[in-house]
Protein backbone atom coordinates (compact mmCIF):
# COMPACT_ATOMS: atom_id res chain seq x y z
CA UNK A 1 0.00 0.00 0.00
CA UNK A 2 1.14 3.48 -0.53
CA UNK A 3 2.61 5.10 2.46
CA UNK A 4 3.00 8.24 1.44
CA UNK A 5 0.03 9.92 -0.97
CA UNK A 6 0.58 12.98 -2.99
CA UNK A 7 -1.58 15.27 -5.22
CA UNK A 8 -2.24 16.76 -7.80
CA UNK A 9 -0.02 14.45 -9.81
CA UNK A 10 -0.23 17.50 -12.26
CA UNK A 11 -0.38 20.65 -11.30
CA UNK A 12 -0.20 23.95 -14.29
CA UNK A 13 0.86 27.37 -12.78
CA UNK A 14 1.57 31.10 -14.18
CA UNK A 15 4.93 32.64 -14.25
CA UNK A 16 4.91 34.36 -10.29
CA UNK A 17 1.81 32.33 -9.02
CA UNK A 18 2.03 29.75 -6.14
CA UNK A 19 2.33 26.23 -6.32
CA UNK A 20 1.17 24.21 -3.90
CA UNK A 21 2.01 20.28 -3.61
CA UNK A 22 0.09 17.83 -0.34
CA UNK A 23 1.48 14.84 0.94
CA UNK A 24 -0.24 12.74 3.87
CA UNK A 25 1.19 9.61 5.34
CA UNK A 26 0.10 7.23 8.14
CA UNK A 27 3.04 5.79 9.73
CA UNK A 28 3.64 7.85 13.24
CA UNK A 29 7.19 6.12 12.98
CA UNK A 30 8.68 8.45 10.15
CA UNK A 31 10.09 11.25 11.05
CA UNK A 32 11.93 12.68 8.68
CA UNK A 33 10.13 14.56 5.61
CA UNK A 34 11.91 15.64 2.35
CA UNK A 35 11.04 16.89 -1.25
CA UNK A 36 12.92 15.88 -3.82
CA UNK A 37 13.01 17.35 -7.34
CA UNK A 38 13.56 15.86 -10.43
CA UNK A 39 14.55 17.79 -14.01
CA UNK A 40 13.95 15.56 -17.23
CA UNK A 41 16.94 13.49 -17.90
CA UNK A 42 18.21 13.63 -14.17
CA UNK A 43 17.90 12.03 -10.77
CA UNK A 44 15.91 13.11 -8.49
CA UNK A 45 17.58 16.12 -6.26
CA UNK A 46 16.95 16.86 -2.38
CA UNK A 47 15.22 19.95 -2.25
CA UNK A 48 13.99 20.93 1.35
CA UNK A 49 13.26 18.49 4.29
CA UNK A 50 11.45 19.04 7.45
CA UNK A 51 11.27 16.86 11.19
CA UNK A 52 8.16 16.62 12.65
CA UNK A 53 9.49 19.58 16.00
CA UNK A 54 8.56 22.23 13.35
CA UNK A 55 5.28 23.22 11.31
CA UNK A 56 7.48 25.18 8.86
CA UNK A 57 10.51 25.15 6.83
CA UNK A 58 11.74 27.67 4.51
CA UNK A 59 14.29 28.73 1.95
CA UNK A 60 14.30 30.56 -0.38
CA UNK A 61 11.16 30.55 -2.53
CA UNK A 62 10.34 27.24 -1.02
CA UNK A 63 8.46 26.16 2.01
CA UNK A 64 7.50 23.10 3.71
CA UNK A 65 4.35 23.37 5.70
CA UNK A 66 4.15 20.29 8.45
CA UNK A 67 0.52 19.49 10.27
CA UNK A 68 1.40 16.96 12.74
CA UNK A 69 -1.78 15.59 14.08
CA UNK A 70 -3.35 15.22 10.74
CA UNK A 71 -0.22 13.77 9.28
CA UNK A 72 0.22 15.89 6.07
CA UNK A 73 2.65 17.99 4.83
CA UNK A 74 3.01 20.04 1.93
CA UNK A 75 5.23 22.30 -0.57
CA UNK A 76 4.79 26.03 -1.77
CA UNK A 77 6.64 27.35 -4.30
CA UNK A 78 6.27 30.95 -4.18
CA UNK A 79 6.65 33.21 -7.06
CA UNK A 80 6.63 30.15 -9.53
CA UNK A 81 9.30 30.50 -12.12
CA UNK A 82 9.75 28.18 -15.64
CA UNK A 83 12.75 26.78 -14.23
CA UNK A 84 10.71 25.25 -11.85
CA UNK A 85 9.19 23.29 -13.92
CA UNK A 86 9.87 19.51 -12.52
CA UNK A 87 8.43 16.53 -11.29
CA UNK A 88 8.29 16.58 -7.11
CA UNK A 89 8.72 14.00 -4.93
CA UNK A 90 7.66 14.44 -1.70
CA UNK A 91 8.91 11.28 0.93
CA UNK A 92 9.08 9.98 4.53
CA UNK A 93 11.55 8.15 6.22
CA UNK A 94 11.12 6.43 9.29
CA UNK A 95 13.59 3.71 12.01
CA UNK A 96 15.04 1.87 8.79
CA UNK A 97 17.84 4.31 8.02
CA UNK A 98 18.26 5.51 4.95
CA UNK A 99 15.07 4.01 3.13
CA UNK A 100 12.48 6.40 1.70
CA UNK A 101 8.77 5.77 0.92
CA UNK A 102 7.87 8.31 -1.86
CA UNK A 103 4.40 9.49 -3.11
CA UNK A 104 3.99 9.24 -7.02
CA UNK A 105 5.24 12.68 -7.48
CA UNK A 106 3.42 15.84 -9.06
CA UNK A 107 4.41 17.52 -12.69
CA UNK A 108 4.89 21.10 -12.19
CA UNK A 109 4.56 22.83 -15.52
CA UNK A 110 5.18 26.92 -15.35
CA UNK A 111 3.96 28.70 -18.18
CA UNK A 112 6.12 32.06 -18.87
CA UNK B 1 30.75 16.58 -4.90
CA UNK B 2 28.77 13.15 -4.19
CA UNK B 3 29.23 10.80 -7.52
CA UNK B 4 26.50 7.97 -7.96
CA UNK B 5 27.15 6.68 -11.58
CA UNK B 6 25.29 4.32 -13.12
CA UNK B 7 26.94 2.69 -16.02
CA UNK B 8 24.16 2.99 -19.23
CA UNK B 9 22.32 5.77 -19.50
CA UNK B 10 19.83 3.48 -22.48
CA UNK B 11 19.85 0.20 -22.66
CA UNK B 12 18.03 -2.21 -25.27
CA UNK B 13 18.01 -5.74 -24.27
CA UNK B 14 15.72 -8.68 -25.66
CA UNK B 15 13.27 -10.69 -23.88
CA UNK B 16 14.55 -13.56 -21.79
CA UNK B 17 18.29 -11.51 -21.49
CA UNK B 18 19.50 -11.67 -18.16
CA UNK B 19 20.68 -7.91 -17.97
CA UNK B 20 23.21 -6.44 -15.31
CA UNK B 21 22.40 -2.66 -14.21
CA UNK B 22 25.50 -1.45 -12.45
CA UNK B 23 25.98 1.50 -9.81
CA UNK B 24 28.66 2.99 -8.35
CA UNK B 25 29.05 5.59 -5.62
CA UNK B 26 32.23 7.51 -4.21
CA UNK B 27 30.95 8.57 -1.24
CA UNK B 28 32.18 5.32 1.17
CA UNK B 29 28.33 5.12 1.81
CA UNK B 30 26.69 1.75 3.40
CA UNK B 31 23.22 2.50 2.23
CA UNK B 32 22.44 2.23 -1.55
CA UNK B 33 19.34 1.55 -3.36
CA UNK B 34 17.73 0.42 -6.49
CA UNK B 35 13.93 2.26 -7.69
CA UNK B 36 12.63 1.94 -10.53
CA UNK B 37 10.27 4.99 -11.97
CA UNK B 38 6.96 4.24 -14.43
CA UNK B 39 4.67 7.56 -15.27
CA UNK B 40 2.09 7.67 -12.68
CA UNK B 41 3.71 5.60 -9.85
CA UNK B 42 6.48 6.90 -8.76
CA UNK B 43 9.43 5.94 -7.12
CA UNK B 44 9.36 2.07 -6.14
CA UNK B 45 12.28 0.33 -4.21
CA UNK B 46 13.10 -2.82 -5.51
CA UNK B 47 16.12 -3.58 -3.30
CA UNK B 48 18.51 -2.39 -1.12
CA UNK B 49 21.74 -2.90 0.86
CA UNK B 50 23.07 -1.29 4.07
CA UNK B 51 26.68 -3.13 3.71
CA UNK B 52 28.26 -5.33 1.85
CA UNK B 53 27.10 -8.60 0.87
CA UNK B 54 24.04 -8.09 2.73
CA UNK B 55 20.43 -7.12 0.64
CA UNK B 56 17.30 -6.23 1.47
CA UNK B 57 14.04 -6.77 -0.36
CA UNK B 58 12.14 -3.86 -1.35
CA UNK B 59 8.39 -3.43 -2.58
CA UNK B 60 8.43 -4.84 -5.69
CA UNK B 61 11.62 -7.26 -6.01
CA UNK B 62 9.90 -9.96 -8.18
CA UNK B 63 11.88 -10.53 -11.40
CA UNK B 64 15.12 -8.55 -9.81
CA UNK B 65 17.83 -9.45 -7.53
CA UNK B 66 21.23 -7.57 -6.55
CA UNK B 67 24.73 -8.02 -5.59
CA UNK B 68 26.96 -6.45 -3.58
CA UNK B 69 31.01 -7.32 -3.42
CA UNK B 70 32.33 -4.53 -3.18
CA UNK B 71 31.01 -1.42 -0.39
CA UNK B 72 30.47 0.97 -3.59
CA UNK B 73 29.38 -0.92 -6.18
CA UNK B 74 25.61 -2.19 -6.40
CA UNK B 75 24.50 -4.32 -8.93
CA UNK B 76 20.93 -4.76 -10.30
CA UNK B 77 20.09 -7.97 -12.18
CA UNK B 78 17.49 -8.94 -14.43
CA UNK B 79 17.44 -12.99 -14.26
CA UNK B 80 15.17 -13.13 -17.75
CA UNK B 81 14.15 -9.70 -19.07
CA UNK B 82 10.33 -9.19 -20.13
CA UNK B 83 8.71 -6.40 -21.61
CA UNK B 84 7.15 -5.27 -18.10
CA UNK B 85 10.09 -4.74 -17.16
CA UNK B 86 10.55 -1.76 -19.94
CA UNK B 87 11.27 1.20 -17.00
CA UNK B 88 13.39 4.09 -15.68
CA UNK B 89 15.98 2.48 -13.06
CA UNK B 90 17.12 4.47 -10.59
CA UNK B 91 20.29 3.65 -7.90
CA UNK B 92 20.38 5.93 -4.97
CA UNK B 93 22.73 6.53 -1.89
CA UNK B 94 22.49 7.84 1.21
CA UNK B 95 24.66 9.61 3.93
CA UNK B 96 23.30 10.38 7.17
CA UNK B 97 19.38 11.91 5.66
CA UNK B 98 19.88 13.14 2.20
CA UNK B 99 19.74 10.62 -0.60
CA UNK B 100 22.00 10.93 -3.71
CA UNK B 101 20.55 9.56 -6.73
CA UNK B 102 22.29 8.65 -10.39
CA UNK B 103 21.07 9.57 -13.66
CA UNK B 104 19.55 6.58 -14.22
CA UNK B 105 19.43 4.15 -16.61
CA UNK B 106 16.33 3.98 -19.58
CA UNK B 107 15.86 0.11 -20.38
CA UNK B 108 13.79 -1.37 -22.89
CA UNK B 109 13.12 -4.64 -23.59
CA UNK B 110 11.73 -5.58 -26.62
Known amino acids: QQQVKQSPQSLIVQKGGISIINCAYENTAFDYFPWYQQFPGKGPALLIA?????SEKKEGRFTISFNKSAKQFSLHIMDSQPGDSATYFCAAEGSTLGRLYFGRGTQLTVWP | DVKVTQSSRYLVKRTGEKVFLECVQD?????MFWYRQDPGLGLRLIYFSYDVKMKEKGDIPEGYSVSREKKERFSLILESASTNQTSMYLCATTGSTEAFFGQGTRLTVV
Open chain 1, 50 to 54: IRPDV
Open chain 2, 27 to 31: MDHEN
